[in-house]
């Protein structure tokens, strides 16, 4: 389906993002113009530093843009409460998202004091057991339980788990698999897929590996030094890009993730190309 059809969820037209350090200006997002559509799974790629994780902040309304023009369906985002009733995210580290002392359960429960208007204990507790579930979790296996006594994998989950249950219209998930072993990454981003399926979520994922960005997304931002310096469906972005970043990016894959998860890649066919040499 072309994107004329579909209707645009965060609009950017040259949107830069600077911060005062110190006696210079840093500039972490440049001139940065996109739309990012309904039902869209968009993959953000690039190296540490490069300004994705303030790109991900502005599309949560915690940082206004400095120059340019940024919209949620349409409108600037000016209330952020009324914003994260719609749009949530997913961390980095999950243990930095559940407090210690308290159980897994309990704070799954109370996430649903973000939303307004307030669903009922009742009516939360089963959208939460749906969430567990969805990431293969009985609910009663973690009924007594505290964040100590996961794995950062199930943490992970806990936090898909949340997001089900929270139901956002789009959900921003900011590297969520790097603290985990590959084979548990791929369950993760599985996961992830089937939440934004059954749920018809529009997912921003922001990684440095592009093999799971290919493997996830529908389309693909690739950032450097703060711009976007080349976006488009995996195709247009993998295919037969000369981007440098895009190029760097690709040789850059963890050699797990080569071969299985970039099929059509230029990885691939450079693999294929020796082969025949
Ligand atoms: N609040 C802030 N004040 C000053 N500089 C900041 C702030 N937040 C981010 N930066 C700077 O902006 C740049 C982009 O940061 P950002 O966190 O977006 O990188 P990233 O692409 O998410 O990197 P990583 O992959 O390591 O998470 C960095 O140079 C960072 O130091
Ligand atoms: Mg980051």
Redesign the pocket.
């Known amino acids: 389906m072309s994107n004329e059809n579909k209707t645009v969820v965060f609009h950017a037209d040259n949107i830069s993002k600077s911060?005062n350090?110190g006696k210079h200006l840093?500039v972490?997002v440049k001139n940065a113009s996109f739309d990012i559509y309904d039902g869209d799974f968009v993959s953000i790629v690039?190296?540490?530093?490069?300004?994705?994780?303030?790109?991900a902040k502005m599309m949560l309304g915690l940082y206004p843009p400095t120059s340019g023009e940024f919209t949620y369906y349409g409108k600037p985002i000016a209330n952020t409460k009324k914003h994260w009733n719609e749009v949530q995210s997913i961390f980095q580290d999950p243990f930095s998202c559940f407090n210690q002392f308290f159980s897994i359960r309990t704070q799954l429960e109370d996430a649903r004091f973000i939303l307004n208007p307030r669903p009922s204990k009742a009516e939360f507790a089963e959208r939460v057991d749906a969430g567990l579930r969805a990431v293969n979790m009985e609910p009663d296996e973690i009924r007594e339980k505290y964040p100590f006594e996961l794995s950062g994998g199930q943490m992970q989950r806990m936090l898909i788990a949340r997001a089900f249950a929270l139901r956002p219209k789009v959900l921003i998930a900011d590297?969520p698999t790097s603290m985990v072993d590959a084979h548990v990454r791929a369950g993760i981003l599985d996961y992830l897929m089937k939440i934004k399926k059954e749920l018809n979520m529009t997912v921003v994922f922001?990684t440095?590996d592009i093999s799971l960005a290919n493997y996830v997304s529908n389309r693909i931002f690739i950032?450097h030094d703060g711009q976007i310096v080349n976006q488009g469906t995996p195709d247009e972005v993998l295919g037969n890009t000369t981007e440098p970043t895009t190029l760097k990016l690709l040789d850059d894959i963890p050699d797990v993730n080569k071969q299985e998860w970039i099929p059509n890649s230029h990885l691939a066919r450079k693999a294929k190309n020796a082969e025949n040499a």
């Open positions: 911060f350090a840093k972490a690039g190296s540490s530093g490069c300004g994705k994780s303030v790109l590297e922001i440095h950032m």
